[in-house]
């Protein structure tokens, strides 16, 4: 059986993750705690990058639970429909907004009971805004903490509220608040998915991992733009063009 992270080795791990980026941010992008809650709305099942893109131009106008509901479903279904389940997500984002006005005088609640009773809104939406927007020590575990606290050992757990509630348990206070931030970026861009950058990573003497990576992944040649192909249309109309000597 794996051996499990003492307190002192979680805090080591924590605080090299913390070296590497000390004040560490969600990618999102947001301009107050409404349009964060959107945000990470928007953002099940679609990537961060794909989500700013698509709230960029929308969050110049619309900044309100007033001025979305104002905007109406089906012009913010128009705004957002790069986004995957973007007809659902537009439906959830006006009826939580109406709810925002109706219940809450238009201010997001501070309360997880409150944030969940949102249309759109689980756990892992609400451990967000509740981090981000106001400062609480929550771990809003996804894919990529999910996989990090699995593989490494620090957290395992078969679901995500099993190893939100592992990490709970396991990463020191001084680490609580910023502890997904790091997870997530760890995940993303080093622990990634197929081919983990273990040679390169700052935890791999802390990591219980079986299988980790000897050699980094072959960077990608940078390939010169190939030369545009002509059109079959064209290459046609230059076989039947008569040619001089025929002329
Ligand atoms: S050593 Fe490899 S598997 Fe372990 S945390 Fe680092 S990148 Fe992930």
Redesign the pocket.
């Known amino acids: 059986m794996t051996r499990r992270f003492t307190k002192a080795e979680a805090a080591e791990f924590f605080a090299r993750l913390q070296a590497l980026d000390p004040a560490p941010r969600t990618e999102l992008q947001y301009v107050n705690p409404y349009t964060l809650l959107v945000a990470v709305v928007l953002s099940a099942q679609a990537t961060d990058k794909g989500v700013n893109k698509a709230t960029q131009p929308l969050f110049q106008k619309i900044t309100t639970p007033e001025a979305m509901v104002a905007l109406g479903e089906e012009k913010l279904a128009e705004a957002i429909k790069t986004i995957g389940l973007y007809k659902g997500k537009a439906k959830n984002v006006i009826a939580l907004s109406k709810i925002l006005l109706e219940q809450h005088g238009g201010k997001i609640p501070e309360d997880r009971e409150a944030l969940q009773a949102l249309p759109g809104v689980g756990r892992k939406t609400a451990n967000v805004v509740l981090n981000v927007a106001f400062g609480e020590p929550t771990i809003a575990v996804d894919t990529h903490i999910f996989r990090?606290s699995n593989?490494?050992g620090l957290a395992p757990g078969k679901d995500v509220l099993a190893v939100e509630l592992a990490l709970e348990k396991i990463v020191p206070d001084a680490y609580r608040l910023h502890a997904h931030h790091w997870l997530i970026l760890?995940g993303r861009y080093?622990?990634v998915a197929r081919k983990?950058?273990?040679p390169t990573?700052v935890?791999?003497d802390l990591?219980r991992?079986k299988d980790?990576?000897k050699e980094l992944p072959p960077q990608k040649p940078k390939l010169a733009k190939p030369a545009k192909a002509k059109s079959a249309k064209a290459k046609t109309a230059k076989l039947r063009k008569p040619s001089a000597a025929r002329a």
Do not use: N
């Open positions: 990090v593989r490494t760890h080093t622990c983990p950058l273990c990573c935890v791999r990591c991992f980790k990576t």
